[in-house]
């Protein structure tokens, strides 16, 4: 055998054995060094949400420790000093068992997390042997920041001010009192709404006459309709402003009530409000927990809402009903017939739609949402019930 015949069999064995290696090899499990370590659920966090932290266990001894007294949290290389009575919430003796791991309670730790973005370095024990994890806290993005100043911070220290003050801390009157307040404050545009749709259903005997009068002519109705309009003083989209101000209340009202004892929301705290302790916060109305989310209160919830909200409808509908003319027919060039107005919304479809439509969406969107908003939603439409019953009783058109 020659040296290059050697040579080939050596190259061969060799690509063979890489060959086995990458396709057949089982990779090796990642085997722990019998250590104590820190681990995050995600070293990267946002303002003003608090990072999650254990210590791990993975020796076989028990290991203790004292939050305060044997771990060291620092930003950008500065010790922060989070000792004394304001953090005895975080200070405690800690027993581990081997092969066991321990929550860092970093909630007490609230306070200096949430307004204090950068690197921290969080240590365990001494300089020389103790773990070491490294979290990167960031200021929140631009849609984050701007909904939460604009609509949750606002709706959020109304909530305080008031349950700071409530006997019991009561969320369930809060709820009450804030949808008071929000109602009143659109008396005046629910009030233009509910006129406002009662003059689209008076003028429909002139719009069906425009539609007759102009059948062959989509623009000339349109210019047509404009001037009716203006003539009447009619907006046909008044009846959306007050749902367009709503809107982000509503959602607003979904975070807090959500996350209302939350103590990340010590970030949104006006300064005369960081007095108040969030774990007073009482969530339970009687007997109902206002951050349940669906089952048998939720469903009662949803019906009782549906059935108020078909009532809001009908009662606007009371003065006046949708006029029913007959439909001009039209030959199009194919030789089939439709009405001239097709291109027109009905206003039997959408008395339909208000009395029915609605009601279905609201009761079916109670489901997915906490008994609290619900709460609001209920007081809010029994309040637009009274409105619209005193202005046809006023008969303001």
Request: glycine share 6%; hydrophobic share 45%.
């Amino acid at each position: 055998m020659n040296k290059e015949q050697i040579l080939n069999i050596l190259l061969l064995s060799l690509i063979f054995t890489l060959v086995f290696q990458f396709f057949f090899s089982k990779p090796s499990e990642q085997v722990l060094e019998p250590w104590v370590a820190l681990l995050a659920d995600s070293k990267n966090t946002t303002i003003p949400n608090i990072p999650h932290i254990r210590v791990l266990n993975n020796t076989a001894w028990n290991y203790d420790f004292h939050t305060c007294d044997d771990l060291t949290i620092r930003l950008h290389s500065q010790q922060i000093t989070f000792s004394g009575t304001k953090y005895a919430g975080f200070c405690r003796q800690v027993h581990i068992d081997p092969k066991g791991w321990y929550y860092l309670p970093l909630s007490a730790l609230s306070e200096i997390f949430e307004k204090k973005p950068g690197e921290y370095t969080i240590q365990l024990g001494s300089a020389m042997d103790g773990p070491v994890l490294t979290i990167v806290h960031t200021e929140p993005g631009i849609f984050r920041s701007f909904f939460g100043r604009v609509f949750f911070e606002p709706i959020y220290n109304l909530f305080d001010a008031l349950l700071a003050y409530i006997p019991g801390h009561s969320l369930g009157f809060a709820i009450i009192i804030i949808t008071l307040i929000i109602r009143f404050l659109l008396v005046v545009p629910q009030k233009q709404m509910l006129v406002s749709q009662k003059k689209m259903q008076k003028i429909q005997p002139k719009i069906k006459k425009i539609q007759e009068e102009f059948k062959w002519d989509q623009a000339r109705i349109g210019q047509e309709m404009m001037a009716l309009y203006k003539k009447e003083h009619v907006n046909p989209l008044g009846s959306c402003l007050p749902l367009l101000i709503q809107m982000p209340i509503l959602i607003g009202l979904y975070w807090v009530i959500s996350s209302i004892g939350d103590v990340t929301n010590h970030y949104y705290l006006y300064s005369w409000l960081e007095w108040f302790d969030l774990s007073q916060i009482d969530a339970f109305f009687y007997w109902l927990n206002l951050k349940w989310v669906g089952g048998t209160f939720g469903i009662i919830c949803a019906i009782i809402l549906g059935e108020v909200q078909w009532v809001q409808a009908r009662l606007s509908f009371a003065l006046t009903q949708p006029h029913n003319t007959p439909k001009v027919i039209e030959q199009t060039d194919s030789g089939t017939y439709k009405p001239a107005e097709s291109m027109m919304p009905d206003p039997a479809m959408m008395q339909k739609m208000m009395l029915y439509f609605i009601p279905f969406v609201v009761g079916t969107s109670a489901l997915f949402l906490p008994l609290g908003v619900g709460l609001y939603w209920l007081i809010g439409t029994l309040f637009v019930i009274i409105q619209q019953w005193i202005l046809n009783k006023e008969k303001v058109i």
